[in-house]
């Protein structure tokens, strides 16, 4: 259920919804009271080593508790996405990545606690250095160097980090793990 829908009361005069605010923006009819919900930010990175590998953290905690994804969380107010992926990276697997490039961004949707929050989430390929040593700390039940080509779309957590796995494969440069060709060498 979206968040306006459970809102049954104005936040600012208290005015009942019944049903719930009729949409996103909520707006009050009594007071005039206006808020937006959504949608909130979020980043993820796939870090790719010498062998073209990425690492995948298996995540211990609701939502998609057990499915993999790449390292990665919510946006905090005044950080930018960078400084939100290396902060993420470091929580979740103990180091951050260094240098990042912008691969691309997909909506989302994330349900917890009975509502469904609207996501936008943005997503960078960085390279490992080759000597990191990552944990299985914050969330994580299990992290994993996995052929980014060939993990089974089944077990990723979210249709978002699906979309940037294909977008990831028509970006990458083959001779270069880790790299992407300019956009207007994609391949297909
Ligand atoms: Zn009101």
Redesign the pocket.
């Given at each position: 259920m979206k968040a306006h829908q459970r809102f049954r009361h104005?936040p600012?005069?208290?005015?009942a919804f019944p049903g719930g605010a009729a949409a996103d923006p909520l707006r009050?009819g009594?007071?005039?009271?206006v808020y937006y919900f959504g949608p909130t930010c979020a980043t993820a990175a796939l870090l790719i080593d010498a062998a073209g590998r990425a690492l995948f953290i298996r995540r211990a905690k609701a939502p998609a508790e057990g499915q993999l994804g790449m390292p990665g969380g919510f946006i905090g107010e005044g950080e930018t996405a960078e400084e939100a992926v290396r902060r993420e990276f470091v929580e979740e697997v103990g180091f951050a990545p260094e240098e990042l490039d912008f691969l691309c961004s997909y909506p989302n949707s994330y349900d917890y606690k009975g509502v469904t929050y609207p996501v936008l989430d943005f997503f960078f390929v960085a390279r490992a250095r080759g000597d990191e040593e990552p944990q299985a700390l914050d969330g994580v039940a299990s992290v994993h160097w996995l052929d980014p080509l060939a993990v089974d779309p089944a077990e990723i957590a979210f249709p978002s980090m699906v979309q940037a796995l294909e977008c990831y494969r028509r970006r990458r440069d083959p001779a270069r793990p880790g790299f992407l060709l300019p956009e207007g060498a994609m391949r297909d």
């Open positions: 104005c600012s005069c208290g005015e009050c009594a007071c005039g009271f």
